[in-house]
C-alpha cells in the first residue's frame, strides 16, 4: 500500500512539473501570424500576414524549412485573393505548384525537394477563410526488379 502511495505522489509530482514547463501560451489558444511566427512555425512555406493560426487543429513536427505535419488557419478576406495569395506566394518561396482547383473547396498541391504541400481552403460561414496546409514527406515510386 506505501508504494502504491509513493507511485501516485510521484506521478502527481512529474504531471504538475510537465504542465508548469509547457510555457506562458495556453493549448488550445488561437494565435495572430507575425512574420516571426510563421518563420519559426512554418519556416519555408508563407502564411498571409493576418491570418490566425488555430493551434488545437493543428500538428507540426519538427521546425524551420524540414518541418512536416498539419497547419490549420484562418485568413480574412475573399475566397479568390486568399487562394491568389497562396497560389503566389508559395512558388516565391521554392515550392513548385503542380496542381490547383478553385471551388468551394479550394486545392492547391505544391512540391518542394523531398517534400509535398497541400493547401485546402473553404470559405467559413463566420467571414473569412479556413485553410489547411499539410506537408508531408513525397513518396517515391518503387523501383521495378
Known amino acids: ?9 510521484l506521478s502527481t509530482t512529474f504531471a504538475l512539473l510537465a504542465c508548469s514547463s509547457m510555457g ?3 493549448l488550445g489558444s488561437d494565435s495572430t501570424v507575425t512574420e516571426a511566427t510563421a518563420k519559426q512555425l512554418a519556416g519555408d512555406v508563407p ?10 487543429d493543428s500538428l507540426v513536427m519538427g521546425s ?5 505535419g498539419r497547419l490549420s488557419l484562418t485568413v480574412p478576406g475573399e475566397a479568390q485573393p486568399a487562394f491568389a495569395w497562396f497560389r503566389d506566394n508559395l512558388p516565391a518561396a521554392g515550392w513548385t505548384l ?7 473547396l479550394s486545392l492547391l498541391t505544391f512540391t ?3 517534400r509535398v504541400a497541400t493547401v485546402q481552403m473553404q470559405g467559413s460561414n463566420f467571414g473569412g477563410n479556413e485553410v489547411l496546409i499539410t506537408v508531408a514527406p513525397a513518396v517515391r515510386p518503387a523501383s521495378r526488379p
Open 1 to 9: 500500500m506505501t508504494s502504491l502511495k509513493t507511485l501516485l505522489a
Open 24 to 26: 506562458s501560451t495556453p
Open 47 to 56: 502564411l498571409p500576414q493576418g491570418a490566425v493560426i488555430k493551434q488545437q
Open 64 to 68: 524551420g524549412n524540414t518541418w512536416m
Open 98 to 104: 503542380t496542381s490547383s482547383s478553385f471551388s468551394k
Open 112 to 114: 518542394k525537394a523531398e
